[in-house]
């Protein structure tokens, strides 16, 4: 019998799978001054002059604080199962401790009705980068003392929302929070110190730890988990014996830094050991932090986007290591479009972690997008990547990787961070100026797969 091509073959999961929409409070929800909410490490960063690609920030974005109940209703005519949106923690608490903003807890509790109204599940993350600016102002991330400030806001956050909330996340990316922001100083703070990194990135872990714990101990109904972004290594020349090694330091850091201590309660030692080789301040890992981030999760969130091809660089402290690239089509945010890479990263995953569920909590193509004559956007692009990568979870899936869902990102095009409103991530497309909503043909595309449960 002929083997069935790939655009033949029908990729249909499983049953309980769900299909979701991603978004975060600081990149769709303006309002920034509104209703009591203080300002965040956001706020400050974006409104620097040469921080954001295109001078612009994230003041009105989406509009989502006064338009919630358009882009929920606009996701439930598409058909989406699960909604996935965070809560900018100074809109609860203005100065990140103290008082509360009850117009701000409300706010949530609005929103979070309202999606149920609407038959979807919600999935909220408790920090998608948006720390109050009062917080910073006393070391951010690198103050051990953040993190029963985090406690004492997720915990206001579990008593507020614990029936309307199916999924919670308890933080969004921590590489990111902890690396870009206070290393590469592409994201806010804006700081540029390796140590300072480590150091956040355990206090990071620790607070999704001890908001981990607290959420047990009250006995709330739905699942709890965390979202890390990761990405599968290969060595730019595979039979290079320093690119191997350079590539093994990459996952380490990228994945294994944040991966190892919530799902097996170690740090990866060797990476340790390397960068304290470099001179690198290592984080104060004190009796106690590693069982408090080694909290059971009832599944792990994994946002993926691109691979990572590395080699070995010597000027490239401290890991010795850069990346390069494979020569690969890209998308519009210049990353490098290779599918293959989230089925080889699921499985390793499934294979250094066992978690109890894996949802895909982001994944999706920047395009270059445009509204056509007749009032259509044609994003063709997205769509082939999308079904791409999709493949490769299926493929996943049916070798026995538990994955349960899968979300786009993102819902509606967004101020998507040093980038700005320069780089379009939705499935709907936003026009700024007069804050109308349009879904693109992916919209519709993502429609008919959530339907058919499959591609």
């Known amino acids: ?3 069935e091509s790939v655009i033949d073959m029908e990729y249909e999961f499983p049953k309980d799978f ?6 975060a ?11 009591g909410k203080g300002e965040s490490i956001w706020d400050r960063f974006s409104h620097i002059p040469g921080n954001i690609v295109d001078l612009t920030n994230g003041d009105r974005a989406c509009d989502f604080y006064h338009r919630y109940r ?12 699960v909604y996935r949106l965070s809560v900018s923690w100074p809109r609860i608490f203005p100065n990140g401790r103290g008082e509360k903003n009850e117009k701000g807890i ?21 920090y998608h980068w948006d720390l109050p600016q009062k917080l910073q102002d006393e070391g951010g991330w690198c103050n051990r003392e953040i993190v029963e400030d ?13 029936s309307l909330v199916d999924y919670w996340i308890t933080l969004n990316e921590p590489y990111c929070s902890s ?16 140590s300072m990194a480590l150091a956040a990135a355990h206090h990071l872990l620790m607070s999704h730890g001890t908001a981990v714990k607290a959420y047990r101990s009250m006995g709330l109904p739905g699942k709890i988990g965390i979202t890390l972004n990761m990405n599968q290594p290969y060595p730019a020349d595979i039979k290079n014996e320093e690119d191997q090694k350079a590539a093994e330091r990459m996952r380490m850091q990228n994945n294994q830094l944040f991966g190892d201590p919530v799902m097996k309660g170690t740090y990866p030692q060797e990476l340790f050991d390397f960068l304290k080789g470099q001179g690198v301040v290592l984080p104060d890992v004190r009796e106690g932090d590693l069982e408090l981030i080694h909290q059971p999760i009832d599944f792990l969130g994994l946002n993926n986007y691109f691979a990572d091809i590395v080699k070995a660089d010597d000027g490239a402290w401290p890991l010795r290591a850069s990346l390069t690239t494979k020569g690969l089509p890209v998308t519009d945010a210049g990353w490098e479009v290779y599918p293959e890479s989230m089925y080889d990263l699921l499985t390793w995953i499934q294979d250094t972690y066992q978690p109890p569920e894996i949802i895909i909590t982001e994944n999706g193509a920047a395009c270059n997008d445009w509204i056509n004559s007749d009032g259509r956007i044609e994003d063709t692009n997205r769509i082939d990547y999308l079904k791409r990568y999709l493949r490769e979870v299926h493929r996943a899936v049916e070798d026995g990787v538990p994955v349960k869902g899968y979300y786009v990102w993102c819902f509606t095009d967004n101020f998507e961070w040093a980038w700005g409103l320069s780089r379009r ?9 007069t804050q109308k909503r349009t879904p693109k043909d992916s919209a519709f595309w993502y429609k008919q797969v959530v339907e058919n449960n499959g591609l």
């Open 25 to 35: 409070s600081y990149q769709v929800e303006g309002a920034w001054q509104e209703d």
């Open 18 to 23: 769900e299909w979701g929409v991603a978004t």
């Open 150 to 162: 985090f406690k004492n806001y997720a915990v206001t956050l579990f008593e507020a929302y614990g």
């Open 70 to 81: 358009e882009d929920v209703d606009l996701a439930c005519s598409l058909g989406i199962q």
């Open 425 to 433: 991530f939705g499935i709907v497309y936003m026009d700024y100026e």
């Open 179 to 194: 690396f870009l922001g206070y290393w590469k100083g592409e994201h806010a703070p804006g700081y540029h110190d390796y």
């Open 1 to 3: 019998m002929e083997k």
């Open 106 to 126: 409300e706010f949530y509790r609005n929103v979070l009705n309202y999606i149920k109204e609407k038959r979807m599940k919600t999935s909220l993350t408790l």
